[in-house]
């Protein structure tokens, strides 16, 4: 029996919230449960240097906990005055799984930044991060259509992102923070609406886990993952 | 005639969501308008090394602005590697307006941080952080009391804080952004439920103001403040 | 009776030693008694990024205390790795009050720059920083009037800073530190010499103060600033 | 046919080289054909401060490429403050992974840090450090139990480390550069000798990938590691 | 001919104030003609850690030239973040010579620090900052031994510095900025008052220098330093 | 009798290893005894913003340890977020001796850069970075004449770099770290072919030193470097 009260492949409710904000051109506030990010997506004209003059348009994504989104209050990254390693790798993740769902040549010479911002921790808020911003997105890719900056979508397909593991030995979805906690095994699968995969991070907590355990892992974040492609169109309609 | 259809000394509308998040000590959602600030209180057990072996407690505050609360994007401090100076002035001036409402020694020695984060600004963002960090306060300040932590409420009197200034030669109440940016002078006034001064700071943007403009922007201060007074007490009732 | 026996109105004997170093374009050593703090201005070509363009000059300051210039040594803000929260709240203050002194379109697109160094302090650092820089500016105007860098004079108006505040329930003007360091109440005004306001800070350090008190403080403001006016008028004689 | 001519389950020429500098407690040159790292690790007591008290060790790691290591010079993070998001995210999966094949409780209030610093670099860096790692701190923890700082062995199993893709359509072991920069999909899998999983990274860089692809490059992973396993083994022997 | 027409070996008037300043426990302005320093020596108990236990006091120094002490603005360093390279080499030098110049044992477990800001800039700034902190440490030490710090004093002999150099392919003594910006080669030497060399660094700024302009510039380094000495202890008398 | 039974003129077995790795364009392993430096020579077109426009080229140098290359571990420069001042000491050191060997107008608007990473220290590695850099550097001027980016060889002469020093009393050559870390004085002198001196640097440690001392110490560097260039010439021949 799951702390919730849910079976092995039940994902927590999903809520997703549109123009959450009014400045942004995409703004969606995403929940999963306890589980609240604000993802703003912002589009500018121009690409980082490295970019320049391939004709091609470049999508990154920034992350940040709220201090007191947790339990207890953590540093503000911006008051040590550094981000840190967990924080990086999780925008450098969210920027690549978006850029796998668009093409660059479609964007024009644009930027789109993804803010997201965890309003409230409860597990599982990167892979929240990735759904709420594919979302704000498409959002924002429909306000470069109507201002005419781009003529066609970009959009190659939706991409969601879901986190599974092992618990007591139990293949489970969407884990909560006090399952998160002590889970032996930690999976986070990004993958599109057509069910290919974009990213598969599987790390071991405590245990190291089976072949046969990765595949029922993989199992239960497709199944899960054909939810949230539901609830990402049921918003965007 | 302001752009809201305002009158001079007419505030925006203000509302104050209590436990608007759910791991904090208190914690207050405050929009004035458009302009809409989360405050987070937490309680720590200690204080900073200066304040040891005084018996005596703290209460400190950090302010943020989400990158896209404003019509442009900002970039993130986190990112940039430090927090700019604009935000350690209001960080500074919250903590200081929020510790004279509070009997420092009542506190023992435990820490209270109030952090502001901006989810969307529309001018006054540092106001309504000292007018809703204070509620949160006043939840934390409650947790601490029902967990037998203190024993008696240190709360002083309640604070609020409201912005004022000259637009077009006339003093108004409560700038929203498209006011504030062409304002002459902009002054932010700190004051106790009681009718006295936490902190009056007043700026000339673009015109040197007189003594009696001075006078009448403090007046229309008391007034709106003794308004949002109102509002805090209608909140914690 | 105030430590010094000067009486609640009386300032401090005010000197301004100009072309101090040999170097910059102003350099004033200003000396409010036992304050000392040595304000250099420079003139250079061009404006920051966010001025290119508007055919306006810029000016900023920069403020820092030497670590000894105080009774114990603070550290090094160089060695620290970053500029502390108050010192770049002060050279905010100092640029933006000395911007208001000066017609930014008839200085062209050049920047003045105002170094204020504090070699020995006793309170009122920023506002002698202030009425110090202001005569330093002076004489960079008008060295570049003739270095035929700008035809027009863009000074509109002197400014100077007087600090005053609440000493044991009486007003003051000109603290010095052991006053200053119990003081209920601090108050910073910047005026131009035609009687009008730039700047009021005023924070209760203990009590809250009432509209009366500010009142008087505002007051007592004014008669010290009109005798710093005549000796920066000296000054530049 | 691949750029070296390698079939697509060929693995390169693995040689490790034990003491290759002499300070450290273990030291392991570990070259993947034209990549080349240099493994240390140090044997310090105590623990860092979120570990005391448990009696348990800690194991950290940190990985950096010189600056010349690759075809185009790269900045030196100490010279340019910060260390990247792409090294602070590698040191974590170096330190996750070693710290998956050790009992921490064994190790006493030890920690041991694993310096990886590549050498000359030609893709495969991560995987490499983690294979070489693991040699050096198997050294370390015989100088250890040498020593009298331990009296049991800690080490649970050996782990080591393999990268898989998928070039041109095919799934490959460990891509050299060239292949790397061009590939579809790359997966880095850290693997147990007892065949149990401690990561798998899979990223698509051009392409999703297909539940099928997935599967096909984890078999790749564990006939290479096989390898890898066999080679670790001779080189302690 | 030099351009201040001085001969090769003479040096410019030298002038050491002490008592500068009031607060420091030292505090002497030297002047090598225009270049002027401020050394503020700082007592204070303890000692770094890494000296703790040994019974033995330590010293250190700390360097900055302030933004408009030369002919162009640089930049603060508190505003850039960090301490250049060139800072931190002088205040690694003077901190080294004056450490030479003191028994650490007879200190006791405390720490002086010396302050030298450069008000003004024309040359062998770091010479002249090793030779009036000297002063300044003396007068601290001097303080200590009143106030009972210390019993003995731990001066071994006093230090001194000097800047000799190669203009136009002759040795000269003393190099004011115009000189030392285009001599072949720059030489600080730092001598005790007993004759004997603490520091020499000598470096080729355009040409290659022999062994025997090396044995000239040490000859006119001698010479000046004992002029040196004897204005110390003239204004020590 | 020195630890390694070597004479005082006598310098450790030296060894140059030219093409260490495979990227850099002169890439130079260099060991005196078991101290051994990686010293790696870039070449880029174009030269820092401060060097444009002349039509010179420049050359500069990074230095680091890495953490485990000495007997304790030290912290990564990068981890910290900067690096120490003896590091930045010792790169300027390295970049002015390796500038003062060539005719940088010759060099074109291109850019040297060399890298010295020690692998393994045993004292002066310094001195063996600056004589390997020589080396690599050569190398490099050599592939831009092969590349047709350089028509002459801007090499002046080759330099070479020896530390020596005061031991018990006695002037000994090339010290190794035991000595080193006993040394009374210790000297770097950094000298051309032609037997004309670049940069000499010499601290007294604990005792200062004669200026017969002096002379000793000069002499057994120039009889030690003569010995370095043979060397030298050997490894490019």
Redesign the interface.
């Known amino acids: 029996m799951r702390p919730s009260g849910r079976t092995a492949s039940q994902i927590r409710p999903v809520t997703i919230t549109r123009n959450f ?4 051109e995409g ?1 969606v506030l995403i929940e999963f449960g ?1 589980t ?1 990010v ?1 993802c ?1 997506a ?1 589009v ?1 004209e121009g690409v980082p240097r490295f970019m320049k003059g391939q004709g091609k348009g470049w999508i990154t994504a ?1 992350y ?1 906990m ?6 207890t ?1 953590s540093q ?14 999780i ?2 993740l969210i920027a ?1 799984s978006l850029r ?1 769902a668009v093409d660059l040549k479609l964007l024009g010479e644009n930027t789109l ?1 993804l ?1 997201c ?1 965890v ?3 409860d597990g599982g808020t990167r892979t929240a991060s990735i759904t709420g911003a594919c979302v704000a997105m498409v959002d924002a890719l429909t306000y470069m259509r109507n201002k005419g900056i781009i003529k066609t979508n970009p959009l190659k397909h939706m991409i969601a992102a879901l986190s599974v593991g092992i618990c007591d030995g139990q293949p489970v979805s969407d884990l909560e923070y006090i399952e998160d906690s002590k889970a032996e095994t930690d ?1 986070n699968v990004v ?2 609406e ?11 907590e405590g245990e ?4 046969e355990e ?2 029922e892992m ?1 199992e239960l974040a ?1 199944h899960g993952l054909r939810e949230l492609f539901d609830i990402q169109k049921a918003a965007l309609a």
């Open positions: 904000t009014c400045h942004a703004s306890n609240k604000l703003n912002t500018e920034e940040s709220l201090p007191r989104s947790t339990h209050r503000r990254e911006a008051a040590r005055g550094k981000q840190g390693g967990r924080t990086l790798e925008q450098r690549r796998a930044t803010d911002d309003i409230q921790a999976m993958m599109t057509t069910g290919k995969l974009i990213e598969v991070q599987g790390t071991a190291a886990f089976s072949f990765m595949s993989l497709k």
